[in-house]
Antibody, heavy 116, light 112 residues
Framework: EVQLLESGGGFIQPGGSLRLSCAASGFTFRNYAMNWVRQAPGKGLDWVST????????YYADSVKGRFTISRDNSKNTLYLQMDSLRVDDTAIYYC?????????WGQGMLVTVSS | EIVMTQTPLSSPVTLGQPASISCRSS???????????LSWLQQRPGQPPRLLIY???NRFSGVPDRFSGSGAGTDFTLTISRVEAEDVGVYYC?????????FGGGTKVEIK
């Protein structure tokens, strides 16, 4: 059974940093691209970033480019999202997804709250 | 950026009756490889999204056959043939033909 489990969220002040992790199981992690997708409270879905299976190709939404870094450790079956210079409008639930030109599996999500 | 526009915003339906959601893209979603990367997701209250349909019309594993997808180019439709109580939630279309990946704004399905 495919499982994705996010961790690392919480409350942070504007300008601060957080690193989200997504532990994957139930599939051969190194063979799949992965995404981060976020959802602000009461709002719709918003793509954040994509990382290729090897880690060699990365894509970012303009809203996070230069502040967020996606990475993976295929030996640990884990996806990461390093979030720096956080802003109030980054407040959202962050979902890790498996990506095969569609998001076929989703984690339960991790809430990140940016507030002073 | 490809803009995805969903209508209606809200769809009150009677149990057992059909429901349809439209999704229109600002440009063709046909990829150079010949595929059209349009998918549909369901998000029940308090739950993460769940994949229903991929590449326009392919039902994902475990999805009931009352859900179907259709369309081509820039116009797509999700149809629920007979709405059940468990279908309440918000439905999103998403395109993955080009970056940035973009979602429709969502359509809320509720029971009358």
């Amino acid at each position: 059974e495919v499982q994705l489990l996010e961790s690392g969220g919480g409350f942070i002040q504007p300008g601060g940093s957080l690193r989200l992790s997504c532990a994957a199981s139930g599939f051969t992690f190194r063979n799949y691209a992965m995404n981060w997708v976020r959802q602000a409270p009461g709002k719709g879905l918003d793509w954040v970033s994509t990382l290729s299976s090897s880690g060699s190709a990365t894509y970012y939404a303009d809203s996070v480019k230069g502040r967020f870094t996606i990475s993976r450790d295929n030996s640990k079956n884990t996806l990461y999202l390093q979030m720096d210079s956080l802003r109030v409008d980054d407040t959202a639930i962050y979902y890790c997804t498996r990506y095969v030109r569609f998001n076929d599996y989703w984690g339960q999500g991790m809430l990140v709250t940016v507030s002073s | 950026e490809i803009v995805m526009t969903q209508t209606p915003l809200s769809s009150p339906v009677t149990l057992g009756q059909p429901a349809s959601i439209s999704c229109r893209s600002s440009q063709s979603l046909v990829h150079s490889d010949g595929n059209t990367y349009l998918s549909w997701l369901q998000q029940r209250p308090g739950q993460p999204p769940r994949l229903l349909i991929y590449k326009i019309s392919n039902r994902f594993s475990g999805v009931p056959d009352r859900f179907s997808g259709s369309g081509a180019g820039t116009d797509f439709t999700l149809t629920i043939s007979r709405v059940e109580a468990e279908d309440v939630g918000v439905y999103y279309c998403m395109q993955a033909t080009q970056f940035p990946l973009t979602f429709g704004g969502g359509t809320k399905v509720e029971i009358k």
